[in-house]
């Protein structure tokens, strides 16, 4: 019920900047939170960020003061300002959307995408 597609993903170098969205589409009810996992080759997969309906944000240790998310509720999007960028930050970065929708509009469930590749060179 709930399409989550994620874009702006690519290659920069290392101090570079991407910002990565992620727009949900469906029968939507309503999004309580929106957030990041990465999954890299070697590594178990990490929770980068995840924002609130109201706004409030958390960020893993690991990107915090370099990566902030955005939410316009509006049009149902995340985004994920990611500033200098370090090669241990490349990933695939797969969006989740925690939502209600169709006949379930009281507990919310998360929805995936399908992810963006993010590379950081050094």
């Known amino acids: 019920q709930v399409q989550v597609v994620e874009s702006g993903g690519g290659l920069v170098q290392t101090g570079g900047s991407l910002r990565l969205s992620c727009a949900a589409a469906?029968?939507?009810?309503?999004?309580?939170?929106m957030g990041w996992y990465r999954q890299a080759p070697g590594k178990q997969r990490e929770l980068v960020a995840e924002i609130s309906s109201g706004g409030m944000s958390k960020y893993a240790d690991s990107v915090k003061g370099r990566f902030t998310m955005s939410r316009d509720n509006t049009k149902n999007t995340a985004y994920l300002q990611m500033n200098d960028l370090k090669p241990e930050d490349t990933a695939v970065y797969l969006c989740?959307?925690?939502?209600?929708?169709?006949?379930?509009?009281?507990?919310?469930?998360?929805?995936w995408g399908q992810g963006t590749q993010v590379t950081v060179s050094s």
């Open positions: 989740y959307v925690r939502a209600t929708s169709g006949g379930n509009r009281i507990f919310p469930i998360d929805y």
């Open positions: 469906g029968t939507i009810f309503g999004i309580n939170a």
